[in-house]
């Protein structure tokens, strides 16, 4: 068979995929493609190189050396299909692309590879509402586990300081399973009084207790079928948590004054601030609870650790602030902004993004309407924000060695994982253990 009519056959297989699909040749020249892909990105038409990494990144070289994975590389090295998230420029903006690499030869024996795109809806790499946004490596770290866990029906716990973005992570998560047509369900765990945890949940039957005035169906019903998401989970009572664990294990309740059970059909996702690992050694959280909730444990990263996102997320809030007005931000003002811990997260942000527009004169935001918004916070808290600040720091003549000493500690309250702070911290555990030794 000669080389064009393999091609024309191959070009046939690429149409048997519904999602976009290329096939590339071992110089990374994309050489084929399917309907799907031609109708989506306007085909090669348009470009004056077929390199695969040009077309999706604009990149002058291979995704490895621009610091991304390659999957092209890691299909040829493995001789197995790969799969990998990257960000691809579409003529809807950027996106969040997740990506398959299949390697093949023809009867030449001449390797091939077939990548299979599939754009990634839960997420966005552009502004936009109720969605999660980002473009940092931390973040599609986040978003490679969220897309591989969705696809299951594993129980998912969700940890990260307030404000990181849990409860729009688990909607991620939820769109993409496929339960996504179903309902998503949120209990506030932390507001259910003992009185209230029973009824909210599983609901009561008329006549129940004194005011149960007529039947009320229970969250766990409401989701049935859908997900279940449990935020701030860790703030659930010792002794009410058993109730909690028997749901999870006999994926059966009981309505409040009602003698006959019910079966719950719901995926479970819970949230917390809290260390529930700590928690558990202090006797304060049920371990067989934890060790069911925490199937498959999510870290969500702070916003000081995906900085880079920071003026996406700024443009993003400003447009649900305001979608009528071309609000932005100087440069001297972001970089203001880039300084601050954001002990809050992202709420943090936003609530100084919706000062700052309130208090401004004109659509470009400058950096002394940043720094007003930043001064009506309470002196306590400006005062706490300074005093962790690095200059803060500086100004109290704290060592180096006790602010790292300091930092450790801090790691290991909100992860009981030494190998994770490691990680974290960037260095060896062997080294983090004589660090904390010394």
């Not at 009981?416 to 983090?432: E, F, H, N, W």
Request: with cysteine.
């Amino acid at each position: 068979m000669t080389t064009a009519s393999w091609l024309k056959t191959m070009r046939n297989v690429l149409d048997s995929y519904s999602y976009p699909a290329v096939l590339i040749d071992v110089d990374y020249n994309v050489v084929a493609t399917n309907n799907s892909y031609d109708f989506r990105f306007g085909g090669l038409s348009g470009h004056s190189s077929a390199k695969c990494f040009f077309i999706s990144h604009g990149y002058e070289r291979p995704c490895d050396l621009e610091g991304e994975t390659c999957p092209m590389q890691e299909a040829r090295d493995s001789g197995h299909r790969a799969s990998v998230l990257h960000i691809h420029n579409t003529p809807q903006g950027k996106e969040h692309v997740g990506i398959e690499t299949i390697p093949i030869t023809d009867d030449r024996e001449q390797v091939y590879f077939i990548e299979v795109m599939k754009p990634i809806r839960e997420v966005s790499a552009e502004p936009i509402a109720n969605k999660m946004i980002g473009r940092s490596r931390a973040f599609n770290v986040l978003v490679d586990l969220i897309q591989r866990v969705g696809k299951t029906d594993t129980n998912v716990l969700l940890m990260g300081a307030s404000g990181a973005g849990k409860e729009l992570a688990a909607q991620a998560i939820h769109s993409a399973s496929s339960r996504a047509s179903m309902p998503f369900v949120t209990v506030e765990c932390s507001g259910l009084t003992d009185n209230l945890f029973e009824s909210e949940l599983f609901g009561h039957v008329r006549g129940a207790f004194t005011g149960a005035t007529h039947s009320r169906t229970g969250l766990v019903q409401s989701a049935q079928g859908g997900t279940l998401f449990l935020d701030e989970v860790g703030d659930i009572p010792l002794h009410l948590q058993v109730k909690l664990l028997r749901l999870i294990e006999t994926k059966t309740f009981r309505s409040v004054g009602d003698t006959k059970p019910a079966a719950a059909d719901f995926r479970l996702l819970c949230a917390t601030h809290k260390n529930l690992s700590d928690m558990v050694e202090r006797g304060e959280f049920r371990e067989d609870l934890y060790h069911r909730i925490s199937t498959f444990p999510i870290r969500l990263p702070s916003l000081s650790e995906r900085i880079e996102d920071l003026s996406l997320l700024v443009e993003s809030i400003l447009l649900r602030v305001d979608d009528k007005t071309p609000l932005r931000l100087s440069e001297e003002a972001l970089k203001l902004l880039a300084l601050q811990p954001f002990k809050g997260n992202v709420r943090e942000l936003k609530n100084i993004l919706e000062r700052a527009v309130v208090l401004r004169d004109k659509d470009l935001i400058g950096q002394d309407v940043i720094q007003r918004s930043l001064d009506l916070l309470p002196v306590s808290l400006a005062k706490e924000s300074n005093g962790g600040s690095l200059r803060g720091l500086a100004e109290q003549g704290v060592s180096l060695e006790t602010l790292e000493r300091r930092y450790l500690t801090e790691l290991l309250g909100i992860w009981s994982d030494k190998a994770q702070v490691a990680d974290i911290a960037g260095c060896s555990l062997r080294t983090l253990y004589r660090k904390l030794e010394s």
